[in-house]
T-cell receptor, first 116, second 112 residues
Framework: GAVVSQHPSRVICKSGTSVKIECRSL??????MFWYRQFPKQSLMLMAT?????????EQGVEKDKFLINHASLTLSTLTVTSAHPEDSSFYIC????????????FGPGTRLLVL | GDSVTQMEGPVTLSEEAFLTINCTYT??????LFWYVQYPGEGLQLLLK?????DKGSNKGFEATYRKETTSFHLEKGSVQVSDSAVYFC???????????FGAGTRLFVKA
C-alpha cells in the first residue's frame, strides 16, 4: 500500500512555457502533500506543503507565483512551473502523508524537468 | 532549528563488506527518525524508521538504533550487495509536526 505516482516522469519544454506535474496518492487519502526539488547530487529541498482545500504554504525563498500548487482533492496535488527557464531544470519530487499524525511520508518517483 | 548531519560520501565498498553510515541530529522534543534510500533516477523509498529512544528499525538487512544520549541514528548492514548501491538519506520528523528534515545524503557504491 501507500503508493504515490507522479506524471509525467520526465518532460522537456521550451523556455517561457508552463509545465504541470501531477502527484497522486493511489491507495490512500493524502491530507497533506509536499513538493521537493532536488539538484544533482544534493538533498531534497522542501518547496511547499499543501493541504487539501487550502492554500499551500511555501518555504522561504520559493516564489509562489512561479510554482503554483493546487491540492484540489485528497488524492491529487499539482505543481505548475510557470514561464519556465533553464534554471528551473531539476528533479521534482512529491510526497504524501495520510494525516497530520502520520509522520511517514510516501514519495512519488519524481519528475525530471529540462527547460531548453 | 532542527537539523540532520550525515557522513559525506561517496562510500565505496566491496560486496559483502560491513556498512556504517553515520547520522546525528539536533532537535527539540522527541523526533521520529528515518532512513530513506534513493536508487538512480527514482524517488525516495522509506527504508526504516524509529519513533522513540532505543527503538531499532530494520529492513532488508539494514538496521539503525535511535540513540537519544548521543543523538544518533547510524545505519548499518552486515554484508552489502551490489544492488545496495544508492543514495541514503537520514531524516527526522519533529514531535507534533510533519515537516521532515533531510540530511545531505550519502552515496554508496558497492563493487562486485
Amino acid at each position: 500500500g501507500a503508493v504515490v505516482s507522479q506524471h509525467p516522469s520526465r518532460v522537456i519544454c521550451k523556455s517561457g512555457t508552463s509545465v504541470k506535474i501531477e502527484c497522486r496518492s493511489l491507495d490512500f487519502q493524502a491530507t497533506t502533500m509536499f513538493w521537493y526539488r532536488q539538484f544533482p547530487k544534493q538533498s531534497l529541498m522542501l518547496m511547499a506543503t499543501s493541504n487539501e482545500g487550502s492554500k499551500a504554504t511555501y518555504e522561504q525563498g520559493v516564489e509562489k507565483d512561479k510554482f503554483l500548487i493546487n491540492h484540489a482533492s485528497l488524492t491529487l496535488s499539482t505543481l505548475t512551473v510557470t514561464s519556465a527557464h533553464p534554471e528551473d531544470s531539476s528533479f521534482y519530487i512529491c510526497s504524501a502523508s495520510a494525516s497530520v499524525q502520520e509522520e511517514t511520508q510516501y514519495f512519488g518517483p519524481g519528475t525530471r524537468l529540462l527547460v531548453l | 532549528g532542527d537539523s540532520v548531519t550525515q557522513m559525506e560520501g561517496p562510500v565505496t565498498l566491496s560486496e559483502e563488506a560491513f556498512l556504517t553510515i553515520n547520522c546525528t541530529y539536533t532537535a527539540t522534543g522527541y523526533p521520529s527518525l528515518f532512513w530513506y534510500v534513493q536508487y538512480p533516477g527514482e524517488g525516495l523509498q522509506l527504508l526504516l524508521k524509529a519513533t522513540k529512544a532505543d527503538d531499532k528499525g530494520s529492513n532488508k538487512g539494514f538496521e539503525a538504533t535511535y540513540r537519544k544520549e548521543t543523538t544518533s541514528f547510524h545505519l548499518e548492514k552486515g554484508s552489502v550487495q551490489v544492488s545496495d548501491s544508492a543514495v541514503y538519506f537520514c531524516a527526522l520528523s519533529s514531535t507534533g509536526g510533519f515537516k521532515t528534515i533531510f540530511g545531505a545524503g550519502t552515496r554508496l557504491f558497492v563493487k562486485a
